[in-house]
């Protein structure tokens, strides 16, 4: 029975039959430039942009080119439609003329874009945000199942009653720790609820060459529904995992055959400061 | 009463002979001219009267006046005038002296042999075994129950009885009244030799001979033989190798028939349906191959006793247990073991049998050092028991039941835990050599359980369930040798629990959420006439009238769009909500499902087939993926999403070679399927109670090629099969509404399994597959949002992965029970992919890790080499 059993294990070792990847270099076709567009309307002063740029082949390690169009502009819904114009900073970086622009939570907007003679709209409400009362931390030693480090906690109260959407990022020292990865919070199942999100990894000194403090910062970003469902495509997409499903693209709110998203949000950030024992 | 019918009988033997003197008196040879081309039987009786000088003798009301007789010939012997004349009057004529006698036919006293065909070792009954009548040419096949019902007129008889593996049985019989005739048939412990079998025993050239199409059977011992994934044999694999089915990606135990959905397969257990056939990670089926006893896959001309699914039956149908010894069999393997226990309760009447198994996956994962999967769960387990009671030669009662569960976790972030129970109660009753029926009740669940704790205080459990009771009652009326009757009905309750959703933490963080279950009744009824018209024509026609009710207690969505089911309408739409109380009828579906076929015999070598199919099936099951997941998940129609609906049609030819040693088989089909369903793109379809918003509605087209060459007997056994196929679909709101190849479309499918009876001892198998590549969506560019590089993607599924090829091998040595070795034992080695082709099972289209500023492409690939043994005993 034990040689049997030792068989076995010496057989499992020889099967390779976890799931292997390889490198492959698939013919692909290309099909022409797409108009995409990158648009954010912040509730902050400075945040707010338009980035156009074009698709480009798959395989090609040529930068995406960035493309300038004949008008950018937003119109504010429910303030008479006042106009805000914008004005090219950089190839294809829009910023609003009035560099006091912000958007403020209730309103709706829409993004108005012409390029090659073809216009483009979108429009999206701006929704609040819940604020984050603030950020702990706690210790934890190696355990069965979990790695020893600082575990960060978030601390806020979802309003009742509504829908609420976010983006959550976690900043260590100013750096993004998880660049590639677009990681989502929706309140369906703890609506009203005061919560204590204790995220489920460790931050360790070592990780971010041994600073003397760590500053964590943590900032959420408000989505609409809309806004939620096609960061959720885009995350799949660029996670590259959903291998069972047949990939799509995400929906976008953009009329008129661009990709992108128009994204209205309001922010709430907060920080702690994290010191070497 | 038996002296009447003795008397009787010295009459018509009396009667006959003269037919045989005749012959030797010539008179029948005499010419009779016939002047005209048409004449009334009155004066065709004048000519013969002139012509022969006989005295003829009739009834005049056995002729009609009016009535005419056209002659091919203006000269006939009598012999044909007469036969001429009696043919179209109902007659027959007999000749005494000079006389001439016209009377009506009367028809020979018929008896019905009939019983059960048994293993004479373990008393299981035998599915399939053929009862050949030598001289008469007639022959039967067992049903699933094993048993036979013949009709034949009296005489005397020589029965053969045949099954693959044993030895043949002859028999000489006295047919003068009905007979119950069971026959016990012995293992055949050296079947090595080669046979060849020429006369046409209905076992062997059921291929040429069935109405059947579309339909392959597979047995223990087949499956058995071949080359087994991790050791264990499998069915479903087994299954997967046949023409016209595939498995939807590499390795995967669902089953893709004739360009059908995944859901589209009705799996039955011991009558039970099942309705998720697939373990952990999808490598292993619920089927336990140690108990397995038959296994019938209807992918064509569906008898009309099974529905409720558009795509194949599979009915599987286990041991009994040994009623004559008990007997201990099992198995150890590299990832699972199993352990089967067969007690006779009274002798040659009743047993019960019990069979358990489980894999160490889990186990052998854990104790290999260095490795990273510390605290992960990864186990299934499954327990059959069987229990059965002769009561007499009539009846037999049998109780089964079946559990099976699932585990999968990741420390303690990630758990889900899936599994199946099925009990079931059948008695089969025989009202008299002609009828037999057979009564199943029947419980099925499936469960599946989803805790998930990424987010420490916002742990939560998911649960969804789908429950079945059902009845069905199926009669067989045996009514003469040319007329096979199947009738019955169905009934089913479903409850369809759509999810709920409890927080694992303490406190309590997560909202507790609870969907109302969804009910319905599904009722059917059916008939089939099985029909030799001619030696050459043989007709199956019959159909299935299905009804699905959806009922309460519920609630229905009210909609201000007439569209339900369309890419506009969302939850937005819903305008009101009517509740219904427990009973209410809130919708109903019904259909009529033709099922016909027919066989045009050339000769006893060579058929033609053709059939039409009709299949409605009222569930849908919704996945995100194409293979089974533990996400998926039934849901039944409603008065928004419709039943889903198949034609087929299907011509064949059927030939058997080499004095039946070789069968094979050339189908074409053509499949199209109406009200398919497919997930939005990103839908919300989890607790969600209105999951007609959803989801998206559109057809499917399948058709294509299918060749099988078989050899079922001799040293080496096996089949080559070679499969073209097309499947699209076109759903509304994908693809721009335009039609796009499936996601398990494949041209080509080629596959070869041979098995080697090298000795007594020693059996060598071996298959390999080739699969052209399967339908993929390919990205045509890239963008960039957010700092992110996306892949860009325009139509579904234009694109192919590349063909996937396989070799497995395996060597089984046998030790055999002899009276010295009083067990039976065998050692079994086998290598899966042994050449260590990476199979891509997906492309993955992503940024590379290091420079997210390149993409990269990059498949995946389940296993190269796995190397598996497996340790059987019996004794």
Sequence with gaps: MKALLRLGMIMLVCSSWWACEGLVDPELDTVPPVLVVDAWLMNQEGDTYVKLSETAPFNSPEPNKKVSAQTVYILDMMNDQKRIDFTEVEQGLYQPVDGGFYGEPGQKYQLKIVYQDQSYTAAAPLLPVPKLDSVTYVYKGEGDSQQAGYYITAHFQDPSGIRNYAWGRLFVNGENISPNAIDLFDDSNVDGRYLSLELPFALNFSDYGNPDSMKVEIEMNSLTQNAYEYYQGLGELIRGVSTNRVPQNPVSNIHGGALGYFTTSAVTKNTIVIRKP | MALTRKIFLSILFVLCLPIISWGQGGMLDKSVSLPFKNASYTQVLDFIREQTQANLIYNNRHFSERKTLRFPKKELALRQVLELVCQDAGLEFQIEGNDILLKKKVPPVLYTISGKITDKESGEELIGASVFIEGANKGAVTDQYGFYSLTLPEGRYQLTVSYLGYKTQKSSLQLTENKLHSIELILDKVELQEVVVTSDKEEIDANVKSTQMGALELNQSTVQKMPALFGESDIIKAVQL???????????????????????????????????????????????????????????????????????????????????????????????????????????????????????????????????????????????????????????????????????????????????????????????????????????????????????????????????????????????????????????????????????????????????????LEMAGYVSWEQKVSPSLSLNYGFRLSRFEHVGKGKLFIYDKDEVVSPETNEDNITDTVFYAGGDRIHAYQGIEPRLSARWLWNDHLSLKVSFNRTIQYNHRLSTANTLTPTDMWTPVNKYIKPQEADLYAIGLFGNFMGNQLESSVELYYKKMRNLIDYKPFANQLLNDHLETEILSGEGKAYGVELLVKRKMGKITGWLSYTFSNSTRQINGINNNQSYPSSFDRKHDFTSLFSFNLSKWLVFSANWVYASGVAYTFPVGKYVKDGFIVPYYTERNKYRLPPTHRLDMSVTFYRRMTPEKKNESSFSFSVYNAYAQKNPYAYVFRQKAGNPNETEAVQLYLFTVVPSFTYNFKF
């Design chain 2, 242 to 520: 046949l023409p016209g089915v595939s498995s939807s990606t590499e390795g995967a135990s669902g089953l893709v028939v004739r360009g059908g959905s995944n859901d589209q397969n009705l799996i039955l257990m011991d009558n039970t349906p099942i309705y998720s056939v697939s373990h952990v990670m999808n490598l292993f089926s619920v089927f336990n191959t140690d108990i397995l006893k038959n296994a019938q896959l209807y992918k064509g001309s569906i008898p009309s006793k099974y529905g409720g699914r558009l795509s194949s039956v599979l009915d599987v149908q286990l041991k009994d247990g040994n009623t004559k010894k008990t007997t201990v069999s099992g198995g150890i393997g590299s990832v699972s073991s199993r352990l089967t226990l067969e007690v006779p309760l009274v002798k040659n009447k009743s047993s019960m049998l019990f069979s358990a198994r489980r894999t160490y996956l889990d186990l052998l994962v854990r104790s290999m050092p260095n490795q990273p999967f510390v605290s992960n769960t990864l186990y299934f387990y499954d327990m059959n028991f069987k229990a059965h009671y002769k009561i007499n030669n009539r009846d037999k009662l049998t109780v089964s039941g079946y559990l099976g569960r699932d585990q999968v976790g990741w420390q303690d972030l990630f758990g889900n835990s899936w599994g199946n129970t099925a009990a079931s109660l059948q008695w089969t009753h025989v009202f008299n050599l002609k009828l037999i029926s057979n009564l199943t009740l029947y419980s099925t669940n499936f469960n599946n359980h989803y805790s998930i704790n990424l987010v420490e205080p916002l742990g939560y459990l998911q649960k969804y369930d789908v429950r079945d009771f059902g009845g069905k009652y199926d009669m067989s009326y045996y009514m003469s040798p040319n007329h096979r009757l199947d009738f019955g009905f169905e009934f089913i309750h479903h409850r369809y629990a759509q999810g709920n959703m409890v927080s694992t933490e303490d406190p309590i963080n997560i909202k507790a959420k609870q969907l109302d279950p969804v009910y319905g």
